[in-house]
């Protein structure tokens, strides 16, 4: 991209860019895009001064790395580039999929639920946490009393599918 181009004037009257499942990415590509905004905005403001989002849970998915030690992968991380240093980290408080539908009568058991999923994602419910552990899943999450427990759990998250599929609202 040059400067003066019509891509980069679109990028000039752009105020927020939005980089979505940022931890699973390769920090090449956070330092390809702050470079390449300094080059074409002429500025040497990190992201050539523009406002950038990275959104995903960094308790999440990794980059990908062939044949990549443990070392490689954490090194290939965005927490190992210099952007990082200049970001500031804002931390969702609530669980919205999880609320989102529910009747307010099952708000503290979808509290309990969301508190089970973060303990999870911080390594708290295995310990000692190595980087492997065996997780006991709750009775109250199983679906034990079904023939075919994966069409339960499929109606249950995507009720009456057959009628909606076709509907751009319904997913």
């Known amino acids: 991209m040059d400067?003066?181009?019509?891509?980069a004037q679109l990028l000039e009257k752009t105020r927020l860019l939005i980089w979505d499942e940022a931890p699973m990415a390769h920090k090449h590509g956070?330092?390809?895009?702050?470079?390449?905004?300094?080059?074409v905005?002429?500025?040497?403001?990190?992201?050539?001064?523009k406002v950038v989002v990275f959104g995903g849970?960094?308790?999440?998915?990794?980059?990908?790395?062939?044949?990549?030690?443990?070392?490689?992968?954490?090194?290939a991380s965005l927490c190992s580039s210099y952007i990082l240093s200049e970001c500031s980290v804002l931390r969702?408080?609530?669980n919205r999929r999880l609320t989102m539908g529910r009747p307010?009568?099952?708000?503290?058991?979808?509290?309990l639920f969301a508190k089970w999923l973060l303990d999870i994602g911080e390594g708290n419910v295995s310990c000692p946490n190595d980087g492997v552990a065996t997780i006991s899943i709750p009775d109250d999450l199983l679906i034990k009393d079904y023939v075919d427990p994966i069409s339960k759990l499929?109606?249950?998250?995507?009720?009456d599918i057959l009628q909606n599929y076709e509907n751009q609202h319904y997913f």
């Open 3 to 7: 400067p003066g181009t019509d891509k």
């Open 30 to 39: 956070f330092q390809a895009l702050d470079r390449s905004l300094k080059d």
């Open 41 to 49: 905005l002429s500025s040497n403001l990190l992201f050539g001064g």
């Open 57 to 75: 849970d960094f308790r999440q998915s990794l980059p990908v790395v062939q044949k990549g030690t443990r070392q490689d992968i954490v090194n």
């Open 92 to 94: 969702l408080t609530k």
């Open 104 to 111: 307010s009568s099952d708000v503290e058991e979808t509290k």
């Open 154 to 159: 499929f109606d249950f998250v995507y009720p």
